[in-house]
């Protein structure tokens, strides 16, 4: 059975950081791109960053950029998501999810499987 299982959300404060993981099971992450979807309060998703199976290669979108930085285990079948100077912005449920291939997918769609979704809220 295919699982991702995100953890590490929470409340910070503004300036604050938090690191999220996202465990995999059931497929072979090593040959997955992986990518972190955001939700807002009444928004949309907002695809903010990928990285390529292989770990070598990320991208992120200018809303985060600087601020957070992703990496990936694949000994550990695990996706990792440090955050840092957080700010009320950053508040939604921030969802790990995977696509076989290696080129980055800068979208909110297209991904095989998800997680369920791990709420960060960031408020004084």
């Known amino acids: 059975e295919i699982h991702l299982v995100e953890s590490g959300g929470g409340l910070v404060q503004p300036g604050g950081s938090l690191r999220l993981s996202c465990v995999a099971s059931?497929?072979?992450?090593?040959?997955?791109?992986m990518s972190w979807v955001r939700q807002a309060p009444g928004k949309g998703p907002e695809w903010f960053s990928g990285?390529?199976?292989?770990?070598?290669?990320?991208s992120y979108a200018d809303s985060v950029k600087g601020r957070f930085t992703i990496s990936r285990d694949n000994a550990k079948n695990a996706l990792y998501l440090q955050m840092n100077s957080l700010i009320p912005e950053d508040t939604a449920v921030y969802y790990c999810?995977?696509?076989?291939?290696?080129?980055?997918?800068?979208?909110?769609?297209?991904?095989?499987?998800w997680g369920q979704g791990t709420q960060v809220t960031v408020s004084s």
């Open positions: 999810a995977s696509k076989g291939g290696d080129t980055i997918v800068e979208l909110t769609y297209g991904y095989e499987y």
């Open positions: 059931g497929f072979t992450f090593s040959t997955y791109v």
């Open positions: 990285i390529n199976s292989g770990g070598g290669s990320t």
